[in-house]
C-alpha cells in the first residue's frame, strides 16, 4: 500500500479489507512484484541488502518481527548503557515500537 492513494486502495478492496491489512498482526496486503518501483529491491537504500531479505508484502506482526530484531540486536544494549537513542519512524512501526517498549507483546 505504500505509495498508493489511500482513497483509491479503499474503493479498489474496501474500507474493511484496508482496515484488516493496517491493524492486523497476520493478513497482509497484496504482495508487490520485484519489477515495481515500489518493492524495496528497486530502493538504493537497500542495496547492500540481500534482496532475499526485502519483503513483497508485511503484516504488521511481520514489522514486529523486524522491529524486535532491531531492537534486540541494536537498541536494546545501548538503552541499557545509558545513551539516548532517537527513533524516527511512522505507521506500522511506530505500532510496533509501542508495542515492544510498552511490553506489552
Sequence with gaps: MQGLDKMKIVETYGE???SEWRRSYVIAPPKVFHDDPRHPINDRRY???D????PDTESLGDVLVRVRSLYEMEIKNQLKDGKKLLIVCHGSPIRAWTNILMNTV
Design 16 to 18: 474493511k479489507m484496508v
Design 47 to 49: 542495496s547492500d541488502v
Design 51 to 54: 534482496p532475499a531479505l526485502l
